[in-house]
């Protein structure tokens, strides 16, 4: 959680929630207290807006 508030997406993006958030290191779910270890990469999931098979009939054009 400390390095998602020192990174400043916070400010970029003050609508997240962080409560809500689910957050991971490398596509691994992990706790906001998680300790990190030099070179991870930190994820913030948040719920889809759109599904996925669905944007990628739209951008092909199928029915």
Do not use: K
Not at 8 to 23: C, E, H, I, K
Not at 28 to 53: I, S
């Amino acid at each position: 959680m400390q390095a998602i508030e020192a990174s400043g997406v916070l400010r970029l993006f003050p609508a997240l929630q962080l409560d809500a958030m689910r957050l991971g290191i490398y596509a691994q779910r992990v706790p906001p207290g998680q300790c990190l270890v030099d070179g991870d990469r930190v994820e913030v999931y948040r719920p889809l807006t759109l599904d996925p098979m669905a944007a990628r009939r739209r951008r092909a054009g199928a029915p």
